[in-house]
């Protein structure tokens, strides 16, 4: 129920929900933003793990390693190091922040499982078995993302697979060329080769309709989803019950 973003001059800054201080950053620069459930984290730009807001499962409580890329999960955090490791922290009943041997280039966090991209292309996930949301399809991949229960994976440009629960249909993209892909609980979105977002799933608050502008990069919350368009600007729809959509005027690098 909260956001954040990165301006141009690395502030962070969050809006929404901040029961637990998640949307209230330390002030200092960093060089990216990752918004979990209840807690935030984000990269200084030494390449250290920052995170505040809820530490009930130690998910606010980084390790002192340097990464060059981190992603928060509902409460738990994984991040890549310079030599491609894998390391997480936070919740872990079922093995989501136990990450397999190997490297990799990326990583992403979803709720009771974590999904990556090895070095040799594959994704490899981790964590609850359940909606078989970590046993992805074969083949290579560039991006992929971990939702509640649905991962997906593109190779740009290609179009979307998904995997995992459907009940919304979550799991059944359109046909599309994807740029970029992102997860929320029951929805997903892409920005197709031209920049317009598509959505797919659950659309009880409208986070599956975006607006008709062109966007250079796009994520997903629990139920809502931001924009971020050429000029800097954020655009966010879906839920707003905790003042999630109401992003703050500036000139923003990551949403």
């Not at 390693?65 to 390391?87: I, R």
């Not at 996930?125 to 046993?135: F, K």
């Not at 997906?152 to 599309?176: E, H, I, K, N, Y």
Request: charged fraction near 10%.
């Amino acid at each position: 129920s909260h956001s954040c973003g990165l301006t141009v001059d690395g502030t962070v800054e969050c809006w929404g929900s901040d029961s637990y201080g998640e949307s209230s950053p330390p002030d200092t620069p960093f060089q990216s933003v990752s918004v979990g459930r209840r807690h935030t984290c984000a990269l200084t730009l030494s390449g250290n793990a920052v995170c505040w807001g809820d530490n009930e499962s130690g998910q606010s409580t980084p390790p002192s390693t340097t990464f060059t890329s981190l992603n928060a999960g509902e409460s738990h955090n994984c991040a890549v190091t310079a030599s491609g490791l894998v390391e997480c922290w936070g919740y872990n009943a079922s093995g989501q922040s136990t990450p397999p041997e190997g490297t990799f280039q990326s990583v992403s966090a979803g709720d009771n499982h974590t999904c990556g991209v090895t070095t040799s292309a594959s994704v490899e996930c981790w964590g609850e078995p359940w909606y078989w949301h970590s046993s992805p399809p074969s083949g290579t991949v560039d991006t992929v993302r971990a939702g509640d229960s649905h991962p997906r994976s593109f190779t740009t440009p290609s179009p979307v697979q998904c995997w995992g629960a459907d009940d919304a249909g979550q799991s059944s993209p359109p046909t599309l060329d994807a740029q970029a892909i992102t997860a929320g609980f029951a929805h997903s979105c892409a920005l197709d080769l031209e920049g317009r977002a598509q959505c797919w799933g659950g659309n009880d608050d409208g986070q599956a309709a975006p607006p008709s502008e062109v966007f250079t990069a796009i994520s997903a919350g629990g139920s809502h989803t931001c924009g971020l368009s050429s000029a800097g600007a954020i655009t966010c729809w879906g839920n707003n019950l905790s003042g999630q959509l109401d992003a703050p005027d500036g000139v923003w690098r990551q949403v």
